[in-house]
């Protein structure tokens, strides 16, 4: 067993441990990575050549956590693990993002890379771990790979940046980036920020990637020792050189010209694809002495070059001319338009058009029992702000069925959600919900998802902080070329030809969110700072248009909005508001028809009563505020009778609180027995509190002072008492005891 240990330090001084050759050895690749008492295994296979036909990377990432991890069962009704969870989804794909530039461009073979997490100690945070782990797996095989990566979170905390900060630490944390690098290159970017400007991201990045050097290093070594560093061979193309040259030839000029024409996306598209079908119809006419099978071939060979011809047309008109597949220029955003409340019924809505990608988004508010629960692994908590982003295939002109959600729709849905969420207030006591309908799309649906979101939730009225735009960047720099171009509010197919899809979110003086895939070499920190200057004035445009639609959220919510009223109690009174086995919040629920949630936070009970109407709110309100309240001694209660004694009834004034009222305080006159005023058990009847017992608590009630005082009624006198004798002297005037025998006496029969 030939076991290999590598370790690296970070900053702060903790270490990372790589470990291989221990466990899974069948597989191409294993590393154990360990970080305190957080334990990954990563795993990488691959086919043993390409599937004929594969014109592209066939990579799968899965990154998994067990429960048993943390200690924990699964949740549903089988017990185990099944399919991937959001958090589990979003991990994979930003490894995904790291790797998948980084295999050879003509590796067309498959590749499956697993990270498990099989050890969780709360403390370290697994998911910025898993990018090393997986990269270690690589590094660790013969599987074609340009270089060695890693991913790291960084922070700031208290105005200090911190490398893969712990769970504690990030409660304190303004910026969560997740980074990805090489150790020459940052490759992938994404993460929220509170209140950080661009040129705090750019020392975010470089602390980041300082921390990752390193960590590349290491794998290095660790290829070297393994022997590794030699990958294997490959032919997963067959390429015609003459073909290739020919079509370059024959049709880059044609490309380029339809780039200059500024068409619509389809109109594009179909300029594009009658270029090659007409050349594809001479080739084979000049081939008539090929099979069906190599004409076959030979077009989906002529198909490959044709995508690099139609790349380095578009790319060449950019940086040569400045001239854009829509003819904009570098710099402009195309032409927006913004509608609010176009439906009737949601609580907001929203349509958000920006060339040709449009966005419908519906806000939706909710109750507390509308919060999502959130169960994975190492957090289980609840969500008050929802975002869904739906992508259908019609949206792109494209005839098919649509087959649920996606880890793309997940992806796009969740950088929208971190672009919007800081801005939800905290107190505000509704859930919400948006729900992004992609309608139209060419480039740009994730951040069309925040403007329109941005413009529903005010459409809604939600108190907004502040709106929030979004804006994609792009970037063209050939290799061994200084002359480089950053477009903004880039289209589908420019994020297809270019260097970078870069996309930040934020308000007018700062970013929210962000997320950059870099797919070059060599882009060095003051043209991602250009980039994001660049970016920031897009934003600020989009910004405009937005808040020219509708300058703040709306003052008063919509009328099928469900109501809301929060309010606190004392936490002593918790269980007296849900009674026994929840008996007295569910009748209290039933009576009024409001739906009544309580929550202890902070040694408070947290009270939300929703209902459709004010009447019913009112009402479960003063239920639950009789419940909580405390009896005043001279104030009026409306009690019920609910029990008859010979010396008087008991009356319950507020809920689970009896006071005496005592049967010389039922009327002026005297009565005998208590059914002789008319009161029986369950009456209603009013009452005055005179006094509290400072001893025993105990409740004493009056009805007659309520009542009008009959004239000339003298109160009657009691009889006067004798005087006591002292305590002493009656004992001294006591009988003195007969004298007894202890012993039984007998008696005469």
């Not at 067993?1 to 790589?18: A, C, E, F, H, S």
């Not at 508010?365 to 692994?377: A, H, I």
């Not at 004392?570 to 629920?589: C, F, N, S, T």
Request: glycine share 8%; hydrophobic share 35%; proline share 5%.
């Amino acid at each position: 067993m030939n076991v290999i240990t590598k370790t690296v330090q970070l900053p702060d001084g903790r270490t990372i441990t790589i470990e291989t050759g221990k466990v899974a050895k069948q597989a191409d690749g294993s590393a154990v990575l360990r970080m305190g008492n957080t334990v990954l295994l990563a795993t990488v296979c691959a086919a043993k050549e390409a599937v004929p036909g594969t014109d592209f990377m066939p990579l799968q990432v899965d990154y998994r956590e067990q429960y048993a991890a943390a200690g924990r069962f699964p949740g549903g009704f089988t017990k185990r693990e099944g399919k991937a969870s959001d958090n589990e989804i979003l991990t994979s794909r930003l490894v995904d993002r790291v790797l998948r530039p980084l295999f050879p461009s003509d590796f067309h073979t498959e590749v499956y890379v697993q990270v498990m997490l099989f050890s969780a100690d709360g403390i370290d945070q697994p998911d910025a771990l898993a990018g090393f782990a997986a990269s270690a797996a690589l590094a660790a095989s013969d599987i074609p790979f340009e270089c060695p990566i890693s991913e790291v979170r960084v922070a700031r905390v208290n105005g200090e940046y911190v490398i893969d900060p712990t769970f504690e630490q990030m409660k304190e944390a303004d910026m969560d980036i997740m980074v990805g690098a090489t150790k020459e290159n940052i490759m992938m970017v994404e993460g929220e920020m509170d209140e950080v400007s661009e040129q705090d991201l750019i020392g975010a990045l470089k602390a980041a990637h300082e921390a990752i050097k390193p960590m590349c290093v290491l794998q290095e070594e660790l290829s070297k020792e393994l022997g590794t560093d030699t990958k294997r061979e490959y032919d997963d193309e067959v390429n015609d050189e003459d073909l290739r040259q020919q079509i370059k030839d024959e049709l880059y000029q044609a490309a380029y010209d339809i780039t200059k024409q500024a068409l619509a996306k389809q109109e594009r598209q179909d300029a594009f694809d009658k270029l090659i079908a007409d050349f594809l119809e001479k080739y084979d006419a000049a081939h008539s002495d090929l099979s069906d099978d190599d004409l076959d071939e030979k077009h989906a060979e002529a198909q490959r070059y044709y995508s690099d011809v139609m790349r380095d047309a578009m790319r060449r008109c950019v940086l040569d001319e400045g001239i854009r597949l829509d003819g904009r220029k570098t710099t402009e955003i195309r032409p927006i338009w913004c509608e609010v409340s176009p439906l009737p019924m949601p609580h907001g809505s929203s349509i958000f058009t920006r060339g040709e990608t449009q966005s419908l988004t519906t806000c939706t508010l909710g109750t507390k029992l509308d919060e999502k629960m959130v169960d994975d692994v190492l957090d289980k908590s609840y969500m008050r702000f929802l975002l869904h982003y739906n992508f259908p295939p019609f949206c792109t002109g494209e005839a098919k069925a649509q087959r649920g959600v996606g880890r793309r729709e997940i992806g796009h849905g969740h950088l929208a959600w971190r672009a919007l969420k800081g801005q939800i207030p905290a107190d505000f006591p509704y859930t919400v919900r948006l729900v992004s309908q992609i309608l139209e799309s060419n480039g740009s649906s994730s951040m069309a998802t925040v403007c329109a979101g941005t413009l529903a939730l005010m459409d809604a009225g939600v108190p907004m902080k502040k709106p929030v735009s979004g804006i994609a960047m792009g970037l063209i720099k050939n290799p061994g070329e200084e002359k480089y171009a950053i477009l903004s509010d880039i289209l589908g197919d420019e994020y297809h030809f270019s260097d970078m899809d870069f996309k930040t979110t934020g308000k007018k003086d700062c970013l929210t969110s962000t997320q950059m895939d870099i797919k070059c070499d060599g882009l060095i920190f003051e043209k991602k700072k250009k980039a994001l200057l660049q970016a920031k004035q897009g934003r600020e445009y989009i910004l405009g248009k937005l808040t020219d639609t509708i300058a703040e959220p709306r003052k008063e919510l919509k009328p099928q909005v469900p109501r809301i009223e929060a309010f606190e109690i004392p936490k002593e009174y918790i269980g007296a508001v849900i009674g026994p086995g929840g008996k007295i919040i569910q009748q209290m629920q039933e009576e009024t028809g409001a739906t009544i949630t309580i929550d202890e936070v902070d040694g408070v009970g947290k009270i939300q009563v929703s209902a459709p109407n004010k009447e019913s709110i009112d009402a479960a309100m003063q239920k639950i505020k009789a419940i909580v309240a405390v009896p005043e001694v001279g104030e009026v209660y409306e009690g019920t009778v609910r029990s008859i004694m010979p010396y008087g009834c008991f009356v319950e004034i507020l809920p689970g609180k009896d006071g005496l009222l005592h049967i010389s305080e039922i009327d002026w006159k005297r009565l005998e027995t208590v059914e002789e005023a008319g009161i029986h058990e369950g009456d209603k009847i009013k009452v005055k509190l005179l006094e509290i017992d400072p001893k025993t608590g105990k409740y004493k009630l009056s009805h007659r002072v309520l009542l009008e005082k009959p004239e000339g009624y003298v109160e009657r006198e009691r009889r006067p008492r004798g005087e006591r004798r002292p305590r002493g002297e009656r004992r001294n005037d006591r009988r003195p005891r007969p004298e007894t025998n202890n012993e039984h006496t007998e008696t005469n029969d």
